[in-house]
């Protein structure tokens, strides 16, 4: 982990960060964590050779990341939230205006789908995420939790990868491998879930072409992914699916903003109530519309004071999913102002009926914008080779 400190009022960082381009937010003090993930093309492709070899096997066998049961209770509203500075807002990819309108018939936004990764206990979990703007077109939102492993204390979750509408083991866009995540670093540090956010620069997609017969020798030179049996040798063929944003877009990012304004939240929920009734299976996302409490959300046990709150149905699996503001259903677009971190049940009666997410304040933008300005790269070679 690599601290950035980006001092009030200004966007000055360390003189060796500044090759990479990261811009500090002027709007608030804040710490930025930056972690690597593939750190280099030979990692990154050993890490798509991972979820796609078998035919995606392993992103088939992957499970939702939930949350245990006990640890969904009623959470408490208090006082009204202040925010830390002027509201801002970076527009989607192509959007020169704020989009506008309140919808009822939803089309799904291209952007959203899952990160895969590995946990601390070695399982195949997964969670929500979109594709959000960026100078590279290569930045991913989620929640912090689906980045870092706050179970097992562990720096970074394994093999993480994002794949935009994902459907039964089919990636339409390709599949993207996380390269660097930027956190606020009193999450990756002390866990504090009013900072439950991440950011993730991912290379450019990789995607498969069909399965190739080949030599021995080809096969033992071959860094991807491949299977012999029965005396014959195939391998898949990959090609270069270029930049995410370029291939769905990305959505517009907001911070500062009042509550008590409409959002629709996207993610994909899977698992079961408290009480075990499962009307989710994790394979289609799903939406919820509503106003964001014009209170400040507090759940001691996570150390969280400060979210802001939706009343909503849904259940774990929807963690890391974008609430979007301004959404315009023709455009599919809107600003990313909240990402799902907890669940509650208000009621009592064992079903999860409202979701949680961090404020997003000055602190949240400093994490972006460092993140915002990276560039990542590609792993597939001219002739559908994976670099190494």
């Known amino acids: 982990m690599k601290r950035i400190l980006l001092p009030a009022g200004g966007a000055v960082l360390a003189t060796g960060l500044l090759a990479a381009g990261l811009v500090g937010s002027a709007q608030a003090a804040g710490d930025v964590a930056t972690d690597p993930m593939a750190r280099n093309t030979r990692d990154a492709a050993s890490v798509a050779s991972f979820w796609l070899a078998s035919n995606g096997a392993a992103l088939r066998s992957a499970s ?26 970076t527009a989607p990819t192509g959007e ?53 492993d706050t179970d097992s204390n562990k720096a970074l979750l394994d093999n993480w990868v994002f794949v935009p509408g994902y459907y039964q083991g089919r990636a339409p866009w390709g599949i993207y491998v996380g390269k660097q995540a ?34 021995k020798s080809e096969f033992d030179g071959f860094s991807g992914p491949k299977r012999g049996w029965g005396g014959n040798y195939y391998i898949l063929q ?27 939240a996207f993610g994909y929920p899977a698992a079961p109530h408290p009480d075990g009734n499962k009307p989710y299976s994790g394979v289609t996302p799903k939406n919820c519309y509503g106003t ?35 959404y315009s259903n023709g455009k599919r677009l809107g600003y990313v102002s909240g990402v799902t971190s907890t669940f509650a049940d208000q009621d009592g009666n064992d079903r ?14 400093a994490v972006y914008n460092a993140a915002k300005n990276v560039w990542s790269g590609k792993i597939v070679g001219p002739n559908g080779e994976l670099y190494k």
């Open 64 to 89: 939702a990341y939930t949350w245990d049961s006990n640890e969904v209770r009623k959470v408490v509203s208090k006082g009204g939230y202040s925010p830390d500075g002027r509201p801002g807002s």
């Open 96 to 148: 020169e205006k704020a989009p506008s309108g309140k919808v009822q018939n939803v089309n799904l936004p291209k952007t959203i789908g899952k990160v895969f990764f590995v946990d601390g206990s070695g399982k195949f979990r997964w969670c929500s995420a979109t594709s959000i703007q960026s100078n590279y077109r290569n930045l991913v939102a989620t929640a912090g939790h689906c980045v870092y």
């Open 182 to 215: 930027f956190t606020h670093y009193d999450f990756d540090t002390y866990e504090d879930y009013d900072r439950d956010y991440a950011f993730v620069t991912v290379y450019n997609g990789i995607a498969f072409n069909g399965v190739k017969k080949v030599t």
């Open 238 to 264: 990959s090609k270069d699916a270029g930049r995410l944003g370029d291939n769905v877009g990305g959505q517009g990012f907001a911070w500062n903003q009042p509550t008590g304004k409409a959002v629709r």
């Open 292 to 326: 964001t409490t014009a209170k400040a959300v507090g759940a001691p046990w996570l150390k969280i004071e400060e979210h802001i709150g939706l009343k909503c149905a849904v259940t774990p699996g929807f963690d890391g999913g974008p609430w979007l503001s301004q």
């Open 352 to 365: 999860i009926d409202y979701i949680t997410s961090p404020y997003f304040d000055g602190e949240t933008a």
